[in-house]
């Protein structure tokens, strides 16, 4: 049981928009940043939003972050076939002083 | 750019000790923090602990009992030693550079506990 909750999977056809949803408490979300990655199949997590809402060099503008209360969301603008992975949110907790992370969600590309 | 590279067993016997070290190259390992991180075949991703290079750790609570993290300066490595295994532990070791969120990791290295 993840101490994040996502939806464990969200669809989308090319060219939509999609957003992935992170759900947290107090203790992270709650007071502190957000932070979302990728993966790709096989591959290692990369980093794609850092505190909330920021991009780090390289990754396009079609990813967005925000952060509301306990709550965050991952938006992708522009569908794209590639952008089909596991999308992970993650948070520090000051109660369990770690990282935590979301059970992540399967985003396909239909 | 910083790259990091997991190296160790990829077979572990149950009630063994899991050892692991994390190279880092194209930048030191001074002035940030380095963490552990796994992933069980199919599953999401828990936070195994992390250290800064001067040393001082903070490790899961669910694990805090079997974890030690350690760091080499001089030879620009970390490392991960996880005390009396289970199947349960079978999973893709991943380390990172970050405390609270990690631009880097490695490639990860896929450890199996079984007899």
């Known amino acids: 049981q993840s101490v994040l909750t996502q939806p464990p999977s969200a669809s989308g056809t090319p060219g939509q928009r999609v957003t992935i949803s992170c759900s947290g408490s107090?203790?992270?979300?709650?007071?502190?940043?957000v932070h979302w990655y990728q993966q790709l199949p096989g591959t290692a997590p990369k980093l794609l939003i850092y505190?909330?809402?920021q991009r780090p060099s390289g990754v396009p503008d079609r990813f967005s972050g925000s952060k509301s209360g306990t709550s965050a969301s991952l938006a992708i603008n522009g569908l794209q076939s590639e952008d089909e992975a596991d999308y992970y949110c993650a948070a520090w907790d000051d109660s369990l002083n770690g990282q935590v992370f979301g059970g992540g969600a399967k985003l396909t590309v239909l | 750019q910083v790259q990091l590279q997991e190296s160790g067993p990829g077979l572990v016997k149950p009630s063994e000790t899991l050892s692991l070290t994390c190279t880092v190259s194209g930048g030191s390992i001074s002035s940030y923090y380095w963490s552990w991180i796994r992933q069980p075949p199919g599953k999401g991703l828990e936070w195994i602990g992390t250290?800064?290079?001067?040393?001082?750790?903070n490790y899961n609570p669910s694990l805090k009992s079997r974890v030690t993290i350690s760091v080499d300066t001089s030879k620009n490595q970390f490392s991960l030693k996880l005390s009396s295994l289970t199947a349960a532990d079978t999973a893709v070791y991943y380390c990172a550079r970050g405390k609270t969120y990690c631009p880097f990791w490695g490639q990860g290295t896929l450890v199996t506990v079984s007899s």
């Open positions: 505190n909330s809402n």
């Open positions: 250290i800064y290079y001067s040393g001082s750790t």
């Open positions: 107090s203790s992270n979300i709650g007071s502190n940043t």
